[in-house]
């Protein structure tokens, strides 16, 4: 089975929904990312935690398979995260975001990892994602998220990672505003006239698009009918997607367009709970379960 | 073949977007759904016009096969509406609303008529929904829709005619309105609940979700890289969905979701030009091509 590699953030995270608050909680692009991806093949796990974060936590991860061994600890605060949910649990509106050791991070992929066919480099400086692309011996597959922020202040260096990574996952908002248009559809083929084989538009609730050469794939959101917390829902979905596809080894159309529902499955176990005690607790059968739900609901 | 009957306006739209600008094109409710329908059964049509309205209008719905006999032209001003709709194309601002006859309109439906199997009774003053209800003498279906305006307004006489119907179809956001949740699924189960065997939430770009008891599905819309004109589209997917339950004679789930499939493929039409343009000139042929696009779109 190839190894998955992701680079990202290990944070915690302070929640408000309008129903309930969360302090000091497990979150994170990594952390999610992870937890999803762990249940389809073994994920190789990159990121940087300060004084204060909790071995607990790192021994979650390891207890679901995750090989932390690529996470640094160093002096200082760990990420912290301050958000906010409106009643549509959909937006986040972060309150404050305290980088800590996050923000000085210069990492170099171990040796040991350099051997990872698949690759996640989740929301995270475009030059630091690109120079951890260059670290990686062969990739088969290469994947990236990015956010508003890279967006407006890298733009240059995101356009050139983009060019060079296999898939290219982003919210719905983003592509809009990264390609100045409503459309996203328009939006996609632009992003894929960089380079990517694959485009995905994450759209919350409304589901995912995906967009190749020869392929427009549209899955809806898994229906539920309680969002308790949707941090991390894109990552989640970021993990079963690359999850997917290094366990089936191939990245054809059809194997892609599957990779999408299982993502889309991954971020409704996430966003069910608080945190990622909802990726935490899922298993192979509950995925495979909502997967054949998902179909159901779209064919008539 | 089973008929049709459609109650609702008959309208003069001055449609702004931020790429053009139509005045006096023919719009209304009952426009879009006859110009849907009739591509799949009889329609016959009950609306109210002044002495401005062109006799060329007209003409344009008989020549598609639309019984006009129940459209009375009244002395005043026809119904026009102002419209403007923002870089997104999808939510009308309204800068102005002339009722003009259609404010003092008080139908009878036309003894020809009463004996129509299948009615959608547009977007009206709820009370005139239910009074039109209980002039058509045995209906099989009975759909119907409506807006925030009656929702603010009439949430009583609204409540009331959605029992008595078949299928409701309703706007995201006004659903969301109506059943205080900002949860689609949650919202559709309130509905139902009131007495209808089907919902249909309509989503915009979003596609449209279906909720009978026994039952959720979900489409997309029609992928389009230009929408032009968003105007009318709910209505051309009502004329859509009911045209294609006409058509088949039945209303089991399986039908139902068909059916969805079609008037979002109608809605497709009825966007990509001005006024009922798009939906005038759709055919048979186009119309099942989609319906196949669309089924491929979410295959896995």
Same mark, same amino acid.
């Given at each position: 089975m190839p190894h998955i590699l992701v680079v990202g953030s290990l944070a915690y995270d302070d929640v408000?929904?309008?129903?309930?608050?969360?302090?000091?909680?497990?979150?994170?692009?990594?952390?999610?990312?992870?937890?999803?991806?762990?249940?389809?093949?073994?994920?190789?796990?990159?990121g940087v935690v300060g004084d204060d974060f909790r071995e607990s936590d790192l021994e979650r991860l390891k207890k679901r398979g995750v090989d932390i061994a690529g996470v640094e600890r160093v002096?200082?605060?760990?990420?912290?995260?301050?958000?906010?949910?409106?009643?549509?649990?959909?937006?986040?509106e972060t309150i404050n975001t305290d980088l800590g050791v996050f923000g000085d991070w210069d990492p170099e992929v171990p040796a040991a990892f350099t051997d990872s066919e698949f690759v996640f480099l989740a929301n995270i400086l475009?030059?630091?994602?690109?120079?951890? #692309? /260059?670290? +990686? !011996?062969? %990739?088969?597959?290469?994947?990236l998220d990015t956010m508003n922020y890279w967006i407006e202040r890298k733009r240059d260096a995101l356009t050139k990672v983009m060019s060079r990574v296999d898939i290219v996952t982003i919210n719905e908002a983003e592509a809009r505003q990264f390609c100045g248009t409503h459309n996203v559809i328009r939006a996609a083929r632009q992003i894929l006239a960089l380079?990517?084989?694959?485009?995905?538009?994450?759209?919350?609730?409304?589901?995912?698009?995906?967009?190749?050469?020869?392929?427009?794939?549209?899955?809806?959101?898994?229906? #539920? /009918?309680? +969002? !308790?917390? %949707?941090?991390?829902?894109?990552?989640?979905?970021?993990?079963?997607?690359?999850?997917?596809?290094?366990?089936?080894?191939?990245?054809?159309?059809r194997t892609l367009c599957r990779a999408v529902l299982h993502g889309t499955v991954c971020a409704s176990f996430a966003?069910?709970?608080?945190?990622?005690d909802g990726i935490e607790q899922a298993d192979q059968t509950g995925v495979e379960a909502r997967v054949r739900e998902l179909q159901t609901l779209v064919s008539a």
């Open positions: 408000q929904t309008p129903y309930e608050r969360r302090r000091d909680v497990l979150g994170g692009a990594a952390s999610y990312f992870s937890l999803a991806a762990r249940l389809y093949a073994p994920v190789r796990l990159m002096k200082g605060r760990s990420f912290r995260w301050l958000g906010r949910y409106d009643h549509d649990l959909v937006t986040a475009p030059e630091i994602q690109l120079r951890m #692309l /260059e670290q +990686v !011996r062969a %990739p088969v597959v290469v994947a380079g990517p084989r694959a485009v995905v538009i994450k759209r919350a609730e409304y589901g995912a698009l995906l967009l190749t050469k020869d392929r427009i794939f549209w899955t809806p959101a898994y229906p #539920l /009918e309680e +969002v !308790r917390d %949707p941090t991390g829902a894109g990552d989640a979905f970021a993990g079963g997607l690359l999850g997917y596809l290094a366990h089936s080894g191939t990245v054809d159309d966003v069910e709970q608080f945190s990622v």
